[in-house]
């Protein structure tokens, strides 16, 4: 069975430095999606960035990159410049695709909080 | 933004009573999932719907059952509720394309009392 683990419950730091936030998974498939969401007080549910097993390439969105390890399955969330908008629950989760569609597995989520 | 909606949005309700969560969406999409957030457990998965009629269990799927009657719509049932079900429920969305992202609604807050 596949598994997220999340070991940092709660982080902070300053507004415009740099964060990452840490994440491993252990799993025997090769082909596999992983994700990082943030959820802000508003308890909406918004899809931050994505990364595909099979791209050697860490997956980029503006403020946002990842660092991707699989031999070490190590799926880490960096965010540069962080903003108080960035204040929120993050969570990592695992997907492996199919016909059937893909069920996500979950982290148990990082608390970050952007100080001003 | 998805076009995903839950309802209701909060409910409280005592124990033994059936109670139904209904998501809709106006995407087309083709999966549906149901999902409970609890502390300290990120998102587990109850059910899913890889199609009209077509549905199969998730990680925590005892006490809950769905249907899928149509494309739009997918509903959620505690056919009697515990107070082990109180939590917060989403429903998620995916289409055939893409690689398998999936949008979330609002979510509903349900109270078992």
């Known amino acids: 069975a596949q598994t997220v683990t999340q070991s940092q419950p709660e982080m902070s730091v300053q507004e415009a430095e740099t964060v990452t936030l840490s994440c491993t998974y252990d799993t025997s498939e090769n082909n596999y999606y992983l994700f990082w969401y943030k959820q802000p007080p508003s308890r909406q549910m918004i899809l931050v960035i994505r990364q595909e097993a099979y791209k050697q390439q860490n997956a980029t969105e503006n403020r946002f990159s990842v660092n991707f390890q699989k031999a070490a399955k190590s799926f880490s969330l960096k965010i540069s410049d962080s903003q108080l908008g960035d204040t929120a629950m993050y969570f990592c989760a695992f997907m492996v695709l199919n016909r059937q569609g893909g069920k996500l597995i979950f982290g148990q989520g990082t608390e970050l909080s952007v100080k001003p | 933004d998805a076009g995903i909606t839950q309802s209701p949005r909060h409910k409280v309700t005592e124990t033994g009573t059936p109670v139904t969560l209904r998501c809709h969406q106006t995407e087309n999409h083709r999966y549906m999932y149901w999902y409970r957030q609890d502390p300290g457990h990120g998102l587990r998965l109850i059910h899913y719907?890889?199609?009209?009629?077509?549905?199969d269990k998730g990680e925590v799927s005892d006490g809950y059952s769905v249907s899928r009657s149509k494309t739009e719509d997918f509903l959620l049932t505690l056919e009697s509720a515990t107070s082990s079900q109180t939590s917060v429920y989403f429903c998620?969305?995916?289409?055939?394309?893409?690689?398998?992202?999936?949008?979330f609604g609002p979510g509903t807050r349900l109270t078992v009392t």
């Open positions: 719907s890889y199609g009209v009629k077509d549905t």
């Open positions: 998620a969305i995916s289409g055939n394309r893409g690689h398998g992202e999936q949008y």
